[in-house]
């Protein structure tokens, strides 16, 4: 798969290349991405992202951790923290910005246990369907400690298809596709899911695991823990 994304990113710190990150979706005109948003210092966190922080615990696996932003603030805070990505050019900014511990490798070979699993920026998102979440939760299961947690956030995006004439999609309507393009180098499409707080809670029960919401925002925007029963 051609790493579109990561040679922005890595552009983007290497070379101070601004160059549009544009997005394709499977819903509405393609937009761009900025792509300093993966480089977003402490002070510039939402809300929901500083809390997902403060609540991580132990050794943590920070999983398609992007350029790193997020497991550079646990390193400097004294947390035994890796960062797992598939994407090459994401890697190579983590190892050069001084992210310590970097896997370049698919999280589902992965096989180190830890007390807490990251996965912000819709990280649930690499499930890719609905009937991808249980087996998604089965892999993050066998990667966690006894009393580990999953921290993860999502978003219901049911109001993409509010206004009228708007067409959803044939199965359940948190499954997106994409597609990145940058410099006129157009990627892979692949399947991404925005998952609602209420199907996460039903395939969780599945692979008896439990959820608790910690804060829901102004844009369904949500922060789960997820925990064995």
Not at 10 to 29: G, V
Not at 132 to 138: A, C, D, Q, W
Request: net charge negative.
């Amino acid at each position: 798969m051609k790493d579109i994304h990561g040679k922005a990113i890595r552009d983007y710190y290497q070379k101070k290349d601004k160059s549009p990150l544009i997005l394709h979706n499977s819903y509405d005109e393609p937009e761009d991405m900025p792509v300093e948003v993966f480089f977003r210092e402490e002070h510039e966190l939402s809300t929901l992202e500083h809390l997902a922080l403060i609540e991580c615990k132990g050794k943590v696996l920070d999983i398609g951790a992007g350029a790193g932003a997020h497991a550079l603030i646990l390193q400097e805070r004294g947390f035994d923290v890796s960062a797992i990505e598939n994407s090459w050019g994401c890697v190579e900014v983590m190892q050069q910005s001084g992210v310590e511990k970097v896997f370049y490798e698919d999280y589902k070979v992965h096989t180190e246990k830890y007390d807490t699993l990251l996965l912000l920026m819709n990280g649930i998102g690499i499930a890719g369907k609905l009937d991808g979440v249980s087996k998604f939760l089965e892999k993050c299961k066998e990667l966690l400690n006894p009393d580990g947690q999953i921290m993860l956030d999502s978003s219901d995006i049911s109001y993409l298809y509010d206004e009228e004439g708007a067409e959803k999609p044939e199965g359940y309507f948190g499954e997106i596709r994409y597609c990145y393009e940058y410099k006129d180098e157009k990627g892979d499409w692949f399947d991404w899911l925005y998952l609602d707080q209420e199907s996460l809670t039903e395939e969780a029960a599945k692979v008896r695991m439990k959820v608790e919401i910690l804060m829901t925002d102004e844009n369904d925007q949500y922060l789960a823990c997820i925990t064995a029963k």
